[in-house]
């Protein structure tokens, strides 16, 4: 007999309640899940859920940059120090914001930059003396896990 899982409403986005669910299972399917995150877990496999990252402590950096050539030099500097990894240039960011008590709206590109947490004030230095805004944007964000073998290459491509 398969396992069920019954709720008697389920919660849309509104918190208003809405029909119920039922979740049907295999017979040893749960007992098969429980078993793989055993496994993974004992080969370092790590889940992008609430646990931290202690493995590899690792985060993302956002910083945008006004135009493609901006960005790749950057970028190439930051690659070349070993400050990062990896750097993803991602055309096409609109941003609103307000400078100087007025609001402006440009055309910017945003790098997406991971790296070890150790290296974010060495990267964060490197941002402001070679970024042309007066005040640029270094946003960092927790990895709170991922797959163990690419954030070990993350560390080793970093430096110490």
């Known amino acids: 007999m398969p396992y069920e899982v019954m709720s008697p409403y389920c919660c849309n986005l509104q918190n208003k309640r809405s029909a119920p669910w039922k979740l049907s299972f295999p017979n040893g399917?749960?007992?098969s899940v429980a078993r793989f995150v055993e496994k993974a877990s004992?080969?370092?496999?790590?889940?992008?859920?609430m646990g931290e990252n202690t493995i590899v402590?690792?985060?993302?950096?956002?910083?945008?940059?006004?135009?493609r050539?901006?960005?790749r030099k950057l970028?190439?500097?930051?690659?070349?120090?070993?400050?990062?990894?990896?750097?993803?240039?991602?055309p096409g960011i609109e941003s609103l914001y307000r400078w100087?008590?007025?609001i402006h709206q440009d055309s910017e590109e945003l790098l997406i930059i991971k790296t070890r947490e150790p290296l974010l004030e060495a990267l964060t230095e490197h941002v402001r003396a070679n970024h042309e805004y007066e005040v640029p944007?270094?946003?960092a964000l927790p990895i709170k896990g991922g797959s163990l073998k690419y954030l070990e290459w993350l560390k080793n491509s970093t430096r110490d």
């Open 29 to 31: 399917f749960l007992s």
């Open 42 to 49: 004992a080969r370092g496999i790590h889940s992008t859920g």
């Open 57 to 67: 402590p690792s985060i993302v950096v956002y910083v945008t940059v006004p135009n």
């Open 69 to 71: 050539e901006a960005g």
């Open 75 to 90: 970028a190439e500097s930051i690659i070349k120090e070993k400050l990062a990894a990896c750097v993803n240039i991602v």
């Open 100 to 102: 100087q008590g007025e």
């Open 137 to 139: 944007e270094v946003i």
